[in-house]
T-cell receptor
Framework: QQPVQSPQAVILREGEDAVINCSSSKALYSVHWYRQKHGEAPVFLMILLKGGEQKGHDKISASFNEKKQQSSLYLTASQLSYSGTYFCGTDNYGQNFVFGPGTRLSVLP | KAGVTQTPRYLIKTRGQQVTLSCSPISGHRSVSWYQQTPGQGLQFLFEYFSETQRNKGNFPGRFSGRQFSNSRSEMNVSTLELGDSALYLC??????????????FGEGSRLTVL
């Protein structure tokens, strides 16, 4: 079952912050985050394993709440290069790997 | 290090035909997975191969099939093409035993148009 992402789209000014949420109705082993720029392949950002850990990648970080089956991606002080579509992918203990529908992020100067 | 290579990049077929897409993973990667990307359905998992064995399969009809060779290169085949098969087909490789729990390295995709 496909995870739910929110919001569907967000528009920011450079320097503003954003949060993208991903939730699943099934127990999760891991959550992956990818960014895809228009016309390009998705690029890996980070993977979070069960345990509620938080990871960071430059000014992009994420958390994973295993009990709530949710993950959030935090983009701090956004840059123009952050524009793209963000996908979360959820791994239900190897039974099924599903990507969310994506969140389109546009960062304006 | 060369990335994931997919061929062909673009192709046009007509309904009822079949198509074969090829994927060469990053050297040393033994896991290859395939995804279909459409504007309406997003990224949908097709199947995953590791050491020539299909490890997982998504919810697609039997017209969609794949295989992996001993050199880890993979092909996917779609038979009896339908208009709805028009999509970007992405291949991803992973250095882990199961790509589903590790970083995926995507190719640029093969864009299929069915007329």
């Amino acid at each position: 079952q496909q995870p739910v992402q929110s919001p569907q789209a967000v528009i920011l000014r450079e320097g503003e912050d954003a949060v993208i949420n991903c939730s699943s109705s099934k127990a999760l082993y891991s959550v992956h985050w990818y960014r895809q720029k228009h016309g390009e392949a998705p690029v890996f950002l980070m993977i979070l394993l069960k345990g509620g850990e938080q990871k960071g990648h430059d000014k992009i970080s994420a958390s994973f709440n295993e009990k709530k089956q949710q993950s959030s991606l935090y983009l701090t002080a956004s840059q123009l290069s952050y524009s793209g579509t963000y996908f979360c992918g959820t791994d239900n203990y190897g039974q099924n790997f599903v990507f969310g529908p994506g969140t389109r992020l546009s960062v304006l100067p | 290090k060369a990335g994931v290579t997919q061929t062909p990049r673009y192709l046009i077929k007509t309904r009822g035909q079949q198509v074969t897409l090829s994927c060469s993973p990053i050297s040393g990667h033994r896991s290859v997975s395939w995804y279909q990307q459409t504007p309406g359905q997003g990224l949908q998992f097709l199947f995953e191969y590791f050491s020539e064995t299909q490890r997982n399969k998504g919810n697609f009809p039997g017209r969609f099939s794949g295989r992996q060779f001993s050199n880890s290169r993979s092909e996917m085949n779609v038979s009896t093409l339908e208009l709805g098969d028009s999509a970007l087909y992405l291949c991803a490789s992973s250095p882990r035993a199961s790509g589903l729990t590790g970083e995926l390295f995507f190719g640029e995709g093969s864009r299929l148009t069915v007329l």
